[in-house]
């Protein structure tokens, strides 16, 4: 049977000014985790949240992680909190994060970054409002709107909100994997709201990732950067031998030219083809978001295919070289080419850094050059596919249908989320990633947005998603 | 007959001290031309040698270049000076440079960079010694050593020093094609003192520099940064294109692989072929100043051949692209490849720009990548080869076995001072390179000296030079 939900959504949209101002109040904290001076404004934003549950009635708690490693910077804390504790309801393990991306005006922003900015078309603008405010305060305002109505709360809440999502997470594998079973030892599901719509129009369910494995070529020849007029002509120099590597590698449309990655991908099923015809997405969108034509494929589904499960590779830049505006005549001593691959199942992690180092050092060896080579992993996280036939997804599919009208697209990311799998693998249950926020919001630009629309509505899903999910027969 | 010059010389070992005092005065001010902030310290350095050549007697003036262009700062001024206005006498014009490239202790230097500091060994230490200060003090060393000495100038002395040598020589060329025919009328010959022997023992005259053409290769795609997550595999990379396009226009062994280049290069003659052997230079002392052995060649003559006669291609670095260390996602939307060729006779600029520009614009569309690519140079400098038989070189040569004890070597430079070629075509007469420093004397690295030895006989070859071009027959 299909939960009341009436008196929950009209106490929304009663409170829906209240939530703004409550955004307001989390926007107007800088709580930028990549920039030093800013800490303070992290771990401030973190004692709001800690402050903010407390008073909605839930048990929260503030995790030191100790120093930031190569600082004298103290991470800011990771928020745990419980709300209810009933034996009878099934309890949901949300995660979100705290800190926001750098933002200054002299960016290029209409608005003040840090001063949320209503639009009459409903934008509310200001940095995090999407990414990933918005959505952490979603399941605080869900709490106080159940009070308001004076509706029993379905499922008992647990929060893990993080402060340096933003700069690597740092510290949050650890003490998930050693809360899986503790804290969150009562956890039957997880949700993670930090992704956004594929599109404007319709809301999605997000049941897969990339993984990223992100490599270094280190090549060196003299002892110092050399003099051009002086030594050109006349010493292997370390940039040639660069870039005729990295343009080994892949090919202009794409094609990983490395032996042995395209045979690891998993192979298309039937299945699987007819999923992408219908998912709400044109190429007239990606050319928009693209901000060009300059794409490899011209339909759809050879695109959604390449974003959602083959393997990328893409050349990041070359650290060392000369790299500012105006001409330098260096001949670099050391040069350190970046690339990483995006990987799908089901490839291996191990497998492919071989696979890799294999293809470079051959790579290297063709050229005969003087110069000494390296290559190696800066980091490896794994690909995470889930099952969107899972309970997790089915009571998120009811309820983005009772909120939206519509029925949500079920879809993968290209981009990696390497605590999603984290999640899943310490607490050994479902993770469902279920986006408040849509494709346009700018989450990393400048005129980072969240539509007043998809917040209130977003508020309304993740309370509706709680009641389904308490509901949803496990299968 | 060979000039009188014992009563010089003692003259020139006897006030030794008081001219390493001046060269202390000179070090001490911090004329760094790159760094707005020292502008004022690169001007009061004009101020100074204003100055002083005004109380050695000589007509000194400041010649104002007004604003540095995108700047709102003003160009430190030419200081132009006339020492000796006798008709019966030979004019000579020299030119130096009294700025210096940045320094600071913190970039590893073992003394304060500003402090001229005197080693056992006879090293002076301090940024500018060598380059290009202590030169240009030989020029004014050199006449007060005659008024002490009460031995008449030989020669009509013109000197033009400039503050911005190490920033662009910003307006430089400009005054001099202006006093090409008035200042700097009634010049016979030029003679240069900035640069290096081309090792510690022998001392050498330079009669040859190459030239550098610095072109860019933008390429281009999307409207902005891309995340490779969401965009890797399905979206054309700008920076997959440019490896390979920078891959394709050399040769990891050098040879540059454009069309057209080596058809340009003026044949080894016979009489050249046997040039080098004589030459003081080794592969140990090579591999030393590369400091590592990763050269090209194995012998002596096919390297010096390399770095003199032959035209080089380096690639300098990628703007736009991700430089820094660590590592990030990013796809960049523009990068600029950035690489110069090194040009020699008879290699012409415009012929070879448009057969790197045909080059270029083939091996991008063969890609066929759908970004798209713009090649073109940011600048061009020719190359300058003078005759070492001129009278002018024949007076230096003689100066120098007379000071040093030893024939010097005729040598060549794989560097450029364009405004070596400048002068040469503004006056329309012959320049010759005439250096104080050796090759170990690191002018733009850390701990750059000049050894004392060599500033003092350098004073007394210059002053040598004066004596001996005066009397040279014009052949
Ligand atoms: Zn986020
Ligand atoms: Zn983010
Ligand atoms: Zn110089
Ligand atoms: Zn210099």
Not at 67 to 85: K, S
Not at 242 to 254: A, K, T
Not at 290 to 296: A, D, E, V, Y
Not at 318 to 347: H, L, Q, Y
Request: hydrophobic share 35%.
């Amino acid at each position: 049977m299909a939960p009341q939900l009436d008196g929950y959504f009209k106490q929304v949209d009663a409170l829906s000014d209240r939530f703004i101002e409550r955004l307001r109040e989390a926007v107007a904290i800088p709580s930028v985790s990549s920039e030093p001076a800013r800490r303070p404004d992290v771990v401030r934003m973190g004692h709001y949240l800690r402050d903010q549950l407390t008073k909605l009635g839930a048990v929260a708690e503030l995790r030191e992680l100790g120093q930031q490693p190569g600082t004298d910077l103290n991470l800011p804390p990771i928020v745990l909190a419980r709300y209810g504790n009933d034996k009878n309801k099934r309890t949901i393990l949300v995660y979100g994060h705290y800190d926001v991306q750098p933002a200054e005006k002299s960016d290029g922003w209409d608005t003040e970054p840090f001063e949320l900015t209503v639009k009459e078309d409903g934008r509310l603008c200001g940095r995090g409002s999407t990414d990933d405010k918005g959505p952490v305060l979603g399941w605080l305002n869900a709490i106080e709107a159940h009070q308001k109505a004076g509706i029993d709360f379905p499922v008992n809440l647990l929060m893990c909100f993080e402060g340096m999502e933003e700069y690597g997470s740092e510290g949050l594998e650890d003490l998930v994997n050693e809360e899986g079973k503790k804290y969150f030892a009562d956890a039957d599901a997880v949700c993670i709201s930090d992704n956004y719509w594929l599109g404007t129009e319709r809301p999605c369910l997000t049941y897969g990732l990339r993984g990223c494995n992100y490599y270094s070529i280190e090549i060196s020849g003299p002892g110092a950067d050399l003099h051009s007029g002086v030594f050109g002509g006349l010493a292997h120099e370390p940039m040639t031998d660069l870039v005729r590597v990295m343009g080994s590698l892949v090919e202009p449309d794409g094609t990983i030219n490395i032996p042995g990655i395209a045979e690891q991908v998993a192979p298309v099923t039937a299945d699987e083809e007819g999923l992408y015809d219908n998912i709400a997405f044109t190429m007239e969108t990606l050319h928009e978001s693209l901000g060009s034509k300059t794409t490899i494929f011209d339909d759809k589904k050879k695109t959604l295919m390449a974003r959602w499960r083959m393997p990328s590779l893409s050349l990041h830049g070359v650290e060392g070289a000369f790299s500012a505006p105006g001409a330098k005549t260096v001949i670099p001593a050391k040069v350190i080419g970046k690339f990483s691959i995006r990987t799908v199942p089901n490839m291996e992690i191990e497998k492919t850094n071989e696979l890799v180092y294999k293809f470079v050092e051959e790579s290297f060896k063709k050229l005969n050059s003087k110069n000494t080579m390296k290559v190696y992993a800066q980091h490896c996280g794994n690909w995470w596919v889930s099952s969107p036939k899972h309970w997790n997804f089915e009571a998120a599919a009811k309820a983005t249908e009772r909120v939206w009208g519509v029925k949500p697209d079920f879809t993968r990311e290209g981009g990696s989320i390497p605590i999603t799998l984290t999640f899943q693998e310490a607490t050994g249950k479902n993770v469902l990633l279920l986006p408040m926020g849509s494709s346009t919001d700018g989450a990393h630009s400048i005129n980072e947005k969240l539509d007043k629309k998809n917040y209130i509505e977003g508020i309304k899903l993740l309370g509706a998603y709680l009641h389904y999910v308490a509901e949803e027969p496990m299968n």
